[in-house]
């Protein structure tokens, strides 16, 4: 079964893309052409796939991919932002990750752009005050992903979470747009206080492998963390951190860290 290919006049890049290379991969591997039928061409859209990849994914013997699938749809019907969203992480990958080679790899194969998604779909139920079936959202990210988000917290577009492993998102937590991070990230509190009480991540942010951000404080924008670093005190804009507590080492070394992905740490002044 064909994809319904829009007109010219409805053409969408990022989708019309996704399905040439879809189609390109179940010439290269036809065992493959099940499954990328299933979670590409068989939709007229990159919303429809993407309800279905999300459905597909957090489905368990609780709650079932019907269900799943009719929330999804109805959130990307309410809300267009999401998916616009979706397209931007989506090419962040691309553009960032040396793994990815082409657009339809993070919607069938890396759980850090599926985790994002998922947490998105969290993220609206929790704003329409579906609070239960937000919290469902974030059990099955973890479960699945290994990704815990609170459904509150506030994450922009352009986001890449590589290899998203161990990544954990507290509840007042807000991550900007364009931010790039690495896996077993934190961004927590530092105790049991029940108020504003999470990191606050400033645009073009990068967060290396097993850094640590905690309390209530700010990461200016295009700011660098070093791996493993623990930050406790305010970064200011376009610095570089690292260390426990982290420090200031340096510039940022860059205008926009989270783009260029270079974690290699310069002359400490």
């Not at 998102?169 to 747009?177: K, L, P, Q, S």
């Amino acid at each position: 079964m064909a994809h319904a290919k829009p007109s010219l006049t409805e053409i969408d890049p990022v989708w019309h893309r996704i399905c040439e290379e879809a189609e390109s991969a179940i010439a290269a591997e036809p065992l493959m052409g099940g499954l990328i039928h299933a979670g590409v061409l068989h939709h007229a859209t990159f919303e429809g796939a993407l309800a279905y990849r999300m459905s597909m994914k957090l489905a368990s013997p609780e709650m079932s991919e019907q269900i799943l699938r009719e929330i999804a749809d109805a959130a990307y019907l309410a809300a267009p932002e999401l998916t616009a969203a979706a397209r931007a992480d989506l090419v962040a990958i691309f553009d960032r990750d040396p793994a990815c080679h082409r657009f339809v790899q993070p919607l069938l194969f890396f759980k850090g752009f599926q985790a994002i998604q998922a947490y998105r779909l969290g993220h609206w139920l929790w704003q329409s005050d579906r609070r239960d079936l937000a919290y469902f959202v974030q059990m099955r990210v973890s479960e699945i992903f290994g990704v815990d988000i609170h459904p509150a917290a506030q994450i922009g577009q352009g986001i890449m979470i590589d290899h998203a492993h161990s990544i954990v998102i507290g509840e007042t937590a807000i991550v900007g747009d364009n931010v790039s991070m690495l896996h077993s990230v934190t961004l927590g509190g530092t105790g049991k206080e029940d108020d504003d009480r999470h990191p606050k991540i400033g645009n073009g942010v990068l967060i290396g492998a097993g850094a640590k951000v905690l309390g209530n404080i700010t990461v200016g924008h295009c700011s660098r963390i070093a791996a493993g670093s623990v930050v406790l005190a305010e970064v200011p804009p376009m610095k570089t951190v690292a260390g426990v507590p982290a420090k200031i080492v340096g510039e940022a070394g860059c205008s926009q860290p989270s783009m260029t992905m270079d974690q290699i740490l310069g002359t400490v002044d």
